[in-house]
């Protein structure tokens, strides 16, 4: 029988499901399959479809569907939790993916609140209020202002967190950590998972976070920083995300940016066969490519 997960349960390390297509911009089968059997066995706890690093806006809706069919049958009986993306601006459709996905077999949801042409504050409650409303499975509230021009307050985030335990919460504003203590203050119940590459995963993790949800290309780097910091190797934990550091700051100063030097690892390692963005997207430079053949010296995966 399937095992059927709890918002606390939505913890570790969580990367985003990258996107692989063809040099001609078709999404490859082929190589989204062996990334997700590689996922499952990296030691991350779960993995995320259709968030910002999946490229989900240039995706086509029949494209989407049968990514998600693989997605759910791929990792039937791995140790992953499986969570998608509901990423519509539209509250209807929202609820409709949402009961859609459940139905599939996703054991997670991630919400993206709808932020194109800057609806009210009340809309957005309205928005997330429905999605939470039209499921019993998990749903990471995704808080992303920088992506989204989204401002929501640790306030607001609170009132969702008390009305629905079953909700929790991807905190990615710059910096985290004093907006999450914050909420945790007012909400010291919820989860929260935090995005943004890792950037702030240490200082999360000791600010009551429960996780972190970078890329996909080198997970494992994050799963062993996690499993020293869950057994308390607080140093190695310390001196593992430093020497990380310099590369993801430099990365993560664009989405696009992030996104392809993911895809271009993730290639260079041989989980997928090209690392094709689909348009518009970031041309690495020369520059870039000797800083990847670095990170692939300073980390052996």
């Known amino acids: 029988m399937a095992k059927h997960f709890t918002a606390q349960e939505i913890i570790g390390v969580n990367p985003i499901t990258a996107m692989p297509f063809t040099t001609s911009g078709e999404i490859d089968e082929r190589s989204f399959a062996r990334l997700l059997e590689h996922l499952s066995t990296s030691g991350a706890q779960g993995t995320t479809l259709f968030g910002i690093a999946s490229e989900f806006p240039k995706l086509h809706d029949m494209e989407r569907d049968r990514l998600a069919q693989m997605f759910v049958s791929t990792l039937a009986g791995s140790p992953l939790y499986r969570a998608m993306s509901v990423t519509d601006h539209s509250t209807e459709l929202a609820v409709k993916r949402a009961r859609y996905y459940e139905k599939l077999g996703v054991d997670a949801l991630m919400l993206l609140p ?40 640790p306030e607001q985030l609170a009132a969702v967190a008390e009305r629905y335990p079953h909700a929790v919460f991807k905190i990615e504003c710059n910096p985290p950590v004093d907006y999450t203590r914050e909420f945790l203050a007012k909400a010291p119940q919820a989860s929260v998972l935090n995005g943004y590459a890792g950037l702030y995963m240490l200082q999360m993790l000791a600010a009551g976070g429960k996780g972190v949800m970078p890329g996909c290309s080198f997970t494992e780097v994050y799963v062993r920083i996690y499993r020293h910091w869950k057994n308390g190797e607080q140093q190695q934990a310390e001196a593992l995300h ?36 689909r348009r518009p997207g970031w041309q690495l430079t020369a520059e870039d490519q000797q800083l990847i053949e670095r990170f692939l010296s300073d980390f052996p995966l």
């Open 242 to 277: 430093q020497k990380l550091l310099p590369y993801i700051q430099r990365w993560m100063t664009h989405c696009e940016y992030i996104i392809q030097v993911e895809k271009t690892i993730l290639a260079r390692r041989g989980i997928i066969a090209t690392d094709y963005c």
């Open 114 to 153: 709808p932020f194109f042409l800057s609806p009210s504050p009340q809309a957005i409650q309205e928005h997330i209020f429905a999605v939470l409303e039209a499921v019993d499975i998990p749903v990471m509230v995704q808080y992303a202002p920088g992506e989204t021009g989204l401002a929501i307050t």
